[in-house]
């Protein structure tokens, strides 16, 4: 007999994964236990009465099959311990609206970052911010831009799938080692200025650039994320929402001015910068009001052993009037940042797997066609891809095809990665670099609107 098995919404809201069956329902005491199921869009799993052995599960059907019938598996599913087809684990970040979990993918054991939000408390304003960011992340197409591969939802949370970046915050090892050496403070920020010029590129303002919100993939890649107060305007639009960290709020926020949100974004850039090679923050105060004084006043002292090039380029981004400041591009030519070769923004790639099912292997690229075996392997079928189509990034399916998807562009990409033939010396002690964070005084861990 054909036994067929649910893979629609399982245990506790869970989403799993979506496929159509051909064969008819089963008759027995099995049925009774599946029936409150829908048959429709799920996996047929064969089976004989007469003794002939079944034939082998694959990786989707017996996952779908756990989710319904692994004690286990839908306890944890019950719990929150999985989301769709993640393994929930540690928490590794706190946002104002939101945490973040490391989850497992079951299918590919890619591991991930979750984002999770309560539903109950996403008011209209939270609720623009996050469509916002799952908008500004699907749009951007740069190997130093976090991925988006995935949205679940159950009754309660909406829960972000993201790329997960091992190294942990650019702030983090800051405040753990000290600031960077100047070979590694041009590798990090020229990844963080191509990224920000892509985004600028694509019409979005980021409006939250600090060292919080750059991530470490490996000890030499960073990876600008957190959009969730990203927004889509022209250059020459002016915003009113006063939102992101004051140490790196430039000063018309504070003068409640309308702003242009590239020049915000430059700001940002050049508090990081001095941030990243000093180890302490331009602008310090105990409270908001005294840092905004320090931010309008614009003072503050750079170290002399901060290479002159380097000075020049801090002084040219922390400019008080928004049109005085260096633009991306003068940035990205300038004298302290001539060695580095920047990196490109990708060619936009597809986020819905539709395609795969409609293209013939000579018409797939080399990463397409290894996807789409890949996909095959688990035993995501071509059918499965066409009953898929519309679903965007709220569909499993989708999410394992973007996994597997920027799988292929990482293995690439370190293929091609240059090779650093040489190691700048740094005549600073780890000690010395220390001390010079020490006198931060006051961080951007609270990310407020003003």
């Known amino acids: 007999m054909t036994a067929v098995y649910p893979s629609g919404v ?18 027995g005491g099995q049925d009774r236990r599946y029936a409150r199921w829908s048959r ?32 286990r598996v839908v306890r944890e599913l019950t719990v929150g311990r999985r ?54 992340m699907e749009r951007l197409h740069h190997p130093n831009i976090i991925r988006l591969y995935e949205v679940v939802e159950t009754l309660s949370r909406l829960h972000l799938v993201m790329e997960y970046a091992a190294g942990g915050e650019l702030y983090t090892k800051i405040s753990m080692e000290g600031k ?9 920020f020229s990844q963080i200025l191509s ?18 919100n750059v991530f470490y993939t490996c000890s030499t890649c960073v990876k600008v994320g957190d959009f969730g107060f990203s927004t889509l305007s022209r250059r020459d639009e002016t915003l009113n ?31 990081m ?23 309008l006043e614009g003072a503050y002292v750079l170290p002399s052993w901060v290479q002159e090039p380097c000075q020049r380029l801090i002084r040219g981004i922390l400019q008080p009037q928004p049109s005085d400041r260096c633009s991306v591009e003068q940035m990205m030519g300038c004298e302290w940042l001539l060695p580095i070769d920047f990196p490109r923004a990708m060619e936009p790639f597809k986020l819905d797997p539709s395609y795969l099912a409609e293209s013939t292997p000579s018409e797939l690229e080399e990463d397409e066609a290894e996807v789409r075996a890949a996909l095959e392997i688990l035993g995501i079928t071509l059918e499965h891809i066409l009953n ?27 293929e091609s990665m240059p090779v650093v033939t040489h190691v700048v010396g740094s005549s600073v002690s780890k000690k010395d670099r220390l001390k010079a964070y020490h006198s931060l005084r006051h961080t951007s861990k609270l990310c407020v609107i003003l």
Not at 200 to 210: Q, T
Not at 273 to 284: A, E, H, K, Q, S
Not at 396 to 402: A, D, E, L, M, N
């Open 40 to 71: 429709q869009d799920s996996s047929d799993i064969a089976t004989d009465d007469e003794g002939v052995p079944a034939r082998q599960l694959t990786p989707l059907e017996r996952l779908n099959l756990d989710m319904c019938q692994d004690d």
């Open 273 to 295: 910068l001095f941030f990243m090679v000093t180890g302490t923050m331009p602008f310090r105060a105990d409270t908001v009001a005294k840092l905004k004084r320090c931010i």
């Open 180 to 188: 960077l050496s100047d070979i590694d403070s041009k590798i990090v």
């Open 241 to 271: 929402t006063f939102c992101g960290s004051p140490p790196y709020a430039a000063p018309e926020l504070f003068r409640d001015e309308h702003y242009l949100g590239v020049f915000v974004d430059i700001w940002a850039l050049g508090v």
């Open 388 to 414: 898929n189509q519309g679903k965007d990034c709220r569909s499993s399916v989708t999410g394992v095809y973007r996994i597997l998807l920027h799988r292929a562009h990482k293995r690439r990409a370190v």
């Open 83 to 136: 989301i769709g087809f993640y393994k929930v684990r540690g928490e590794i970040g706190c946002g104002n609206f939101s945490h973040v979990k490391l989850g497992i993918h079951a299918l590919t054991n890619d591991k991930v970052a979750i984002k999770i939000l309560d539903k109950t408390k996403l008011d209209q304003k939270t609720q623009r911010l996050l469509s916002r960011e799952i908008s500004s």
């Open 195 to 212: 990224a920000v010029k892509h985004m600028h590129d694509n019409s979005i303002i980021h409006r939250d650039l600090k060292a919080e």
């Open 10 to 27: 399982g245990p506790a809201g869970a989403t799993v994964g979506s496929s159509r069956g051909s064969g008819a329902g089963s008759t």
